[in-house]
């Protein structure tokens, strides 16, 4: 016995919610195959379709089902389910990177349940709302970049995401949903993080801490301690930090998460480099290296090999800090870590002067970067370079950009030659027209044969000088007339003409003319032919109700959906359904022309999301900001007083 549809998308509900993704996909997709007339198990099944689609991470047909599902919601008038349809299509808009569609839909889903005093409605809408604006904003300018450092626009969005993720909090207490609560005070305090405001990002990831604990999850709390580390790193606080990290580890340990393990080994390997306990930086360092050689993690081999290399030359182990600085050499070579590639080249020449191994290995310069050449070819001159610090310090070379590396210079870099301005160039653009409009009227007046335009097979001959007696060139009015009359032509080559003895022209069936003359005759009947003819376009633009998938339609069934759509599309106002039609036609062609973002850098999976070199180098900076001195300011001239 076959099944039906809603038996099928029950069984594929069932899978999805016990973690099955493509099993309850394939469900869902037979019970679409198999169809039903009721609209609402549809609606259903759409919006299940779309979440399994976006927990696979195929957002570009969860995005289709959300729309099916939002376009259905609206044609039975069913508020609630409208306003879900539109949480969720913001959500995959989000992950898109279409923010501003994103919030568009965010704010419809909060509408709808305000409308609705749906105060759970509320909650995931502010919610979402945040989690909209927190992504825009960390996404405008993340890499390379400081948090509290952001443009003017991140930091716009980003306090945008702490006031909705704020009224959030406001409701979700209200009703007493901790476990809502526990998520918000998280995003809360990875927003304020990134403003900048430390102390607050601790306090609400405090919060975020005790909630996991009360609900006994083990990776939020693990979260939640990696987050307060990284927030008393900026706060200079570093035991405290060390010890957020250690949990971190722990907990990592417990969850057999052998990834997230290596990064808190990372995290207290660098931590314990700023408290200069070395040897215990390096003891965490090589966990980090032994688990990121396991799983075949190059770039976090790689920063592990950088960090032990610099571990190292505090130590004074210049051997053993060479050996790691060629490793990580070799692997950003490897990977393309052109940045990395720069500092490690730099590491191992200082390393190979101090160790005194000019005798065998010579270093030459190679468009800025330093290479290395073999025992058997001719050595070159080595500038000495005194004063090199040899410490972590070298960790600011990882601000260089690669702009900022000298290179040869551009290749299409015009040359002398080119730069001089020959008479042709000179010449007028009005000139230009007035030349090619005399040339149109020499081919089609029939001009002298023996005289040839250039471009049409004559041999090229020497400039000739131009006469003394050159008229001036056109006014404005002139000139515009005469393009309007060059452009006509082409225009005039594009009508039909009704004239029968006009040479080349088609001759229309009298019947045709007949209604032609009438209908210029009887403007009325004009009109009527117009319309006529025009309906075929519009019937061609027209989208049938059977596109939905999954919709099956019988005689008394399809009437009755008729009727809902086109009462559904009456309730709206022209101007607002021609202006949303206006929008998406041209937002369309305004994608088609952005172009993308540049990728991130990689990352490997044993590297946190947070770039600890960041850390370390706002903290230096601050040591480094407290050795300047402040020049005393002389009072501005009274030649440059603007008043």
Request: charged share 25%; hydrophobic share 35%; proline share 5%.
């Amino acid at each position: 016995m076959e099944a039906s549809c809603l038996e099928l998308a029950l069984e594929g509900e069932r899978l999805c919610k016990s973690g099955d993704y493509r099993a309850g996909v394939s469900f869902f997709e037979s019970a679409i195959q198999v169809g039903t007339e009721d609209l609402q198990i549809l609606s259903a099944i759409y919006s299940q379709l779309g979440n399994a689609y976006f927990h696979l991470q195929d957002y570009t047909k969860a995005l289709e089902f959300h729309r099916h599902d939002l376009t259905l919601t609206r044609t039975i008038r069913d508020q609630l389910g409208e306003a879900k349809a539109s949480g969720n299509l913001g959500n995959t808009l989000k992950v898109l990177g279409r923010y501003d569609e994103a919030a568009a839909c965010c704010q419809r889903h909060l509408d709808i349940s305000r409308m609705l005093h749906d105060k759970v409605g509320q909650a995931r809408a502010l919610y979402n709302y945040g989690n909209v604006y927190h992504a825009k904003g960390k996404n405008i300018c993340w890499s390379g970049v400081d948090p509290g450092d952001f443009p003017e626009e991140a930091r716009a969005a980003l306090k945008k995401a702490s006031q909705y993720y704020e009224a959030n909090l406001s409701i979700v207490k209200e009703l007493g949903d901790r476990a809502a609560q526990g998520r918000t005070y998280g995003n809360l305090g990875n927003t304020q993080y990134l403003l900048g405001s430390f102390q607050n990002a601790v306090l609400a990831h405090e919060q975020r801490l005790l909630i996991a604990k009360e609900f006994g999850d083990r990776a939020a709390e693990r979260r939640a301690y990696c987050n307060l580390g990284n927030a008393f790193i900026f706060l200079g606080q570093f035991e405290v930090a060390a010890e957020h990290y250690k949990r971190t580890l722990q907990l990592a340990r417990q969850l057999r998460d052998r990834a997230v393990e290596a990064q808190a080994c990372y995290s207290l390997g660098n931590t314990y480099t700023l408290l200069q306990d070395y040897e215990r930086a390096i003891d965490y360092h090589l966990k980090h290296l032994v688990i990121a050689q396991d799983l075949k993690d190059r770039i976090g081999e790689g920063r592990a090999c950088w960090s032990l290399a610099n571990a190292h030359t505090a130590l004074g182990n210049h051997e053993q800090a060479l050996h790691f600085a060629e490793k990580h050499l070799e692997i950003s070579k490897e990977v393309g870590d052109r940045s990395g590639e720069l500092t490690a080249r730099m590491n191992v020449s200082d390393l190979q002067l101090v160790l005194g191994l000019r005798l065998n290995d010579s270093i030459t310069s190679t468009d800025g970067l330093y290479t290395h050449t073999s025992a058997g070819s001719s050595p070159q001159a080595v500038r000495p370079r005194t004063g090199r610090r040899l410490s972590m310090e070298n960790m600011e070379l990882m601000k260089l950009s690669r702009d900022k590396s000298p290179g040869p210079p551009d290749e299409e870099e015009t040359s002398p030659k080119q730069t001089k301005t020959s008479p042709i160039a000179k010449t007028s653009s009005k000139l230009f027209f007035i030349t090619r409009f005399k040339s149109k009227k020499q081919k089609s007046g029939g001009g002298s044969p023996s005289k040839s335009l250039p471009g049409q097979g004559s041999p090229p001959s020497s400039p000739q000088p131009e006469p003394k007696d050159t008229p001036e060139p056109l006014g404005d009015e002139g000139f515009f007339d005469l393009l309007s009359r060059f452009q006509g032509n082409r225009m005039d080559d594009q009508r039909c003409s009704l004239d029968s003895r006009s040479s080349g022209a088609s001759t229309p069936s009298p019947s045709v003319a007949n209604r032609l003359l009438e209908a210029s005759a009887q403007p009325g009947h004009f009109l009527d032919l117009l319309a006529t003819s025009q309906s075929r376009r519009l019937d061609e633009q027209r989208v049938s109700v059977g596109g939905l998938p999954g919709l099956r339609l019988d005689k008394s069934g399809s009437q009755s959906v008729l009727s809902q759509l086109i009462a559904s599309a009456d309730g709206k106002e022209p101007e607002e359904d021609f202006f949303d039609m206006l929008i998406k036609c041209q937002g369309s062609r305004l994608d088609d022309q952005r172009c993308a973002a540049p990728p991130p850098a990689p990352r490997g999976p044993t590297v946190p999301d947070e770039d600890f070199f960041s850390l370390v180098l706002r903290s230096q900076a601050k040591r480094m900001d407290e050795q300047r001195v402040i020049l005393p300011s002389d009072p501005a001239p009274a030649h440059l007083n603007p008043d």
